[in-house]
């Protein structure tokens, strides 16, 4: 018995390390965009949010939200989840379609994936 509950622990470290190097991962590369926008195109840059069209402002919104999200959920769990999910969700509204890229569905994956962290890591008693 006392077997089976450390490789359920381990299960449930593993999870949420490979979430955080995965966040991490995907930060790190919305970041290399943003700086190859600035240095690569000096004179235009990236866009400015305000000058864009309601529906794109909202999507800088919800991207935001994501990175956020996954910068917090080195700490907070739950609070990554629920901001990564609502961020992803925005994307989904906007767009109009469930399946935007295989990217957009690597932050899905770490918003369920934090959600699953969050979850195993609070007592039962919390959860109800």
Known sequence: MDSVMKQEKYWDIGICWAVRILASLLVALVL??????????PGEGPP?????????QIEFAGM??????????WRWEGIAAALVLSGVIVFHIIQGKLW???VFGL?????LLFLL??????PRRMRE
């Open 64 to 73: 935001f939200a994501i990175l956020i999200g996954m910068i917090v959920g």
């Open 48 to 56: 400015n949010p305000f000058k864009q069209p309601l529906p794109v």
């Open 107 to 111: 932050f899905d994956l770490v918003g």
């Open 100 to 102: 935007l890229n295989w």
């Open 117 to 122: 962290c969050w979850w195993l890591k609070t």
């Open 32 to 41: 290399v965009i943003f700086i190859g926008e600035s240095f690569f195109y």
